[in-house]
């Protein structure tokens, strides 16, 4: 009678541990990528307002590094460039004298040549208008030459200014802490009125919308998962059951690894594993770390 008990109980246990089995073919932990903002700036954060479990959106601007030096170095490169550009010499106006010769000694020149055909006026006065017509006309190629060559000084000067205050709206710009995706705060790392540099962590943030589950399979299995495969995840609900969801294979690694200490597989006597990550929407139960059991 003892024996026909035993045998029933260990029946039992096998039963159920084969039933256990039956629930998951691979099983592993819950992540997501975390990103950590770090300061684009030197300076006073000035306003900080990032505190963990925050949920932020892309784009928005959390906090502002003290800019008060950056903004007067703005304000005086742009006096610099009006003063420089204001220098640029009126060309037209300063060859308008010298134009005006030129119009007059051809008006002269015209007169001489016809009184040289009359034999009225000498080809020497004929020969000293041209050569004060030439004289003047070398004069305004000169003058309008280097008038030219100042303005062109001047602007080049004034964009080399105007590259000086790009690169200080580029500085500004940094000053402002955008938050660069959707998610939620891990850890804040920085406070309002401290200082920070360029560089230094401020706070990590992820995406939990959608986890991904990194679990672990045989080499048995290996060959019949493939990319974009549908499964279901079983997540303990911390009253013995389980919650279910619809995952998606989304990465599949190619080089197979010793099974970690903490991961369970279907086959117990498997010594190597290939990790593969399941994307999961988040339902807001899910955490990172939280353990997972994939049905393939």
């Known amino acids: 009678m003892k024996n026909k008990i035993g045998i029933l109980l260990l029946a039992a246990i096998m039963a159920s541990c084969n039933n256990k089995n039956d629930l998951y073919d691979a099983s592993g932990t819950f992540e997501s990528t975390e990103i950590i903002v770090s300061s684009q700036a030197n300076g006073q954060l000035v306003q900080f307002a990032v505190d963990e479990g925050d949920t932020l959106n892309a784009g928005a601007a959390v906090g502002y590094v003290d800019s008060t030096q950056l903004h007067l170095t703005k304000l005086q490169l742009l006096e610099n460039q009006k003063a420089i550009l204001a220098g640029r010499p009126d060309v037209q106006s300063q060859i308008d004298a010298t134009q005006k010769q030129i119009d007059n000694?051809?008006?002269?020149?015209?007169?001489i040549e016809n009184l040289?055909?009359?034999n009225v006026a000498t080809q020497k006065q004929l020969d000293d208008v041209n050569s004060k017509l030439a004289v003047l006309q070398a004069q305004l190629g000169a003058q309008r030459s280097a008038l030219n060559n100042t303005t062109t000084t001047l602007n080049e000067q004034g964009n080399?200014?105007?590259a000086q205050l790009a690169l200080i709206n580029d500085q500004l710009k940094k000053c402002v802490i955008v938050n660069p995706i959707n998610g939620t705060v891990l850890a804040s790392y920085a406070n309002t009125s401290e200082v920070t540099a360029m560089g230094k962590p401020l706070y990590k943030?992820?995406?939990?919308?959608?986890?991904?589950?990194?679990?672990?399979?045989?080499?048995?299995?290996?060959?019949?998962?493939?990319?974009?495969?549908k499964v279901k995840v079983l997540v303990d609900d911390g009253s013995s059951k389980y919650r279910t969801y619809e995952g998606e294979v989304d990465w599949i690694s190619n080089k197979s690894e010793f099974t970690p200490k903490t991961i369970q597989t279907k086959n117990e006597r498997a010594n190597l594993v290939y990790a593969i990550k399941i994307k999961v929407k988040n339902d807001g139960y899910i955490k990172i770390g939280m353990y997972g059991e994939v049905k393939f």
């Open 205 to 229: 943030i992820a995406d939990m919308s959608v986890m991904e589950l990194k679990a672990y399979i045989t080499g048995d299995q290996f060959a019949k998962v493939k990319l974009g495969q």
């Open 105 to 111: 000694t051809l008006l002269d020149k015209q007169r």
């Open 116 to 118: 040289v055909k009359g």
């Open 160 to 162: 080399a200014v105007t």
